[in-house]
């Protein structure tokens, strides 16, 4: 792991010509043979000066040679390129290390383990009076309210895996889905957390979210909603905000389909990419019975076994977290479901296909605010996997789309600067309004917090 090539270029053991003729009678170092003195001297000068030609000749074909395929500069900066050689080395050996998951510090742990199939996974100690215990420190600590203003206090969780994306495109990608999603927070006053680590080793890949959200709960008692996102999904409509006051009632809301869910059993009738959990112990309560289905290894690989032959449309691969939570709404629904809100009046969750290509005919029709397939809330880009070195759609038609969608988003971001894209697809701006000595209608006109504030007020 990140060890250099075994390959290496050998040396020539003597890189250097004869200098010295021996002779049969002992003749001195570096003197003319015995036959030499029998060509006539006016011959020997001549060859002498031929030979001088044909040398000249041959360093001037070997410069033009040399120039041609490398360039002549690069023939007096041979040290500069073999420091930027080794500095590439260098930065792949650690890249190698890095991407290995292993510190060279730590004890060798050996080979990994599974859990054995009958065994009992669960993601920490029981507990049992979270409700009553969050309530009594809420209480003890009104510095820190779980309701702002009117509203809960919203934290969303996001996050990629710790080691550096298999490509540099894919951690510029990371870093833009971020960027959107700090824009998104800082205009509706949402917390956000960013993670990068594998808080439970058993539930890696799709299932990391489950340990950071109980984690998360427990540490955050002043938070009301814990709101999961995928580092692939983006903000598209900047101006729309939750609206939390119907889910009053609820402690889960995710985007899907009823008739899907229970009458189809379809594996694709909610989306995990997307959803809220209220900080409360029916949560905790699901998470507990949600988790032991994901366990690396055996349990994992069985599951999926179980949850193919359950649900509709579902390939044969090892247990997802979305696959697991359909099929538990389904088995247990009389414990669950009255507390799940299936929201699909507005794109919590928007598979990207159908929406990227429409973002013109929806800039010239309507505006951000409706968060529907009118506008989108959410673009997922499900499938794609810029991080990954895989993916199911091809990556040139991922990439362009993700720019389109960041884009798209970030117009109404910059639009309050007076700047927009030059188009969905480039990453140059250019102004759109000119500076004014009265900054402030500016700011009271294209603000997008004023916007929510206004669309609060309406539905109170």
Not at 238 to 253: A, G, H, T
Request: proline share 6%; hydrophobic share 35%.
């Amino acid at each position: 792991m990140g060890s250099e090539s075994t390959f290496s270029a050998q040396k020539r053991t003597s890189g250097t010509l004869p200098t010295t003729v021996s002779t049969a009678n002992g003749g001195s170092r570096g003197g003319r043979s015995s036959s030499s003195s029998l060509i006539p001297r006016g011959r020997q000068m001549n060859k002498t000066f031929n030979n001088i030609k044909i040398t000249i000749i041959c360093g001037f074909v070997t410069i033009l040679v040399l120039r041609g395929t490398i360039g002549l500069g690069n023939l007096v900066s041979t040290e500069s390129e073999a420091e930027s050689l080794h500095l590439i080395e260098e930065t792949n050996r650690i890249l190698a290390e890095i991407r290995s998951d292993k510190d060279p510090t730590d004890p060798d742990d050996g080979p990994e383990k599974f859990l054995e199939l009958n065994a009992t996974f669960s993601l920490g100690p029981r507990i049992s009076m979270w409700d009553e215990d969050r309530k009594a420190w809420l209480q003890q600590n009104p510095q820190f309210p779980n309701y702002v203003r009117g509203k809960p206090r919203i934290m969303l969780v996001t996050g990629s895996p710790p080691n550096p994306c298999d490509n540099a495109i894919g951690d510029h990608y990371l870093l833009k889905g971020i960027k959107n999603k700090i824009d998104y927070c800082r205009i509706h006053g949402i917390e956000i957390v960013y993670n990068m680590a594998h808080l439970d080793k058993e539930m890696a890949g799709y299932w990391a979210k489950l340990p950071l959200i109980r984690r998360l709960m427990l540490s955050h008692p002043e938070v009301e909603w814990i709101w999961w996102m995928d580092s692939d999904a983006l903000f598209t409509d900047m101006v729309f905000e939750l609206p939390v006051s119907k889910y009053k009632d609820y402690n889960m809301v995710i985007h899907g389909y009823p008739d899907l869910l229970f009458e189809q059993k379809s594996w694709i009738a909610l989306n995990t990419g997307s959803f809220l959990f209220r900080n409360c112990q029916w949560s905790l309560d699901l998470l507990d019975v949600w988790a032991p289905m994901g366990p690396k290894g055996p349990i994992r690989e069985e599951t999926g076994r179980i949850l193919t032959a359950n649900l509709k449309g579902r390939p044969a691969f090892e247990a997802d977290d979305q696959s697991a939570l359909i099929y538990l709404l389904i088995s247990q629904k009389e414990r669950w479901m009255s507390k799940v809100f299936v929201e699909n009046s507005f794109y919590l969750h928007g598979f990207w296909e159908g929406l990227v290509d429409r973002y013109e005919e929806m800039i010239e029709k309507y505006h951000p605010g409706l968060g529907d397939e009118r506008w989108p809330f959410v673009t997922h880009f499900v499938g794609c996997k810029p991080c990954g070195s895989y993916g199911d759609y091809p990556v040139e038609r991922c990439l362009k789309s993700m720019e389109r969608a960041f884009n798209f988003a970030d117009n109404q971001v910059l639009n309050l600067y007076g700047f927009r894209h030059r188009g969905l697809v480039s990453p140059n701006i250019k102004r759109i309004r000119n500076e004014t000595v009265t900054p402030l209608v500016n700011v009271d006109h294209f603000d997008i917090r004023h916007s929510t504030s206004h669309m609060s007020g309406s539905k109170g």
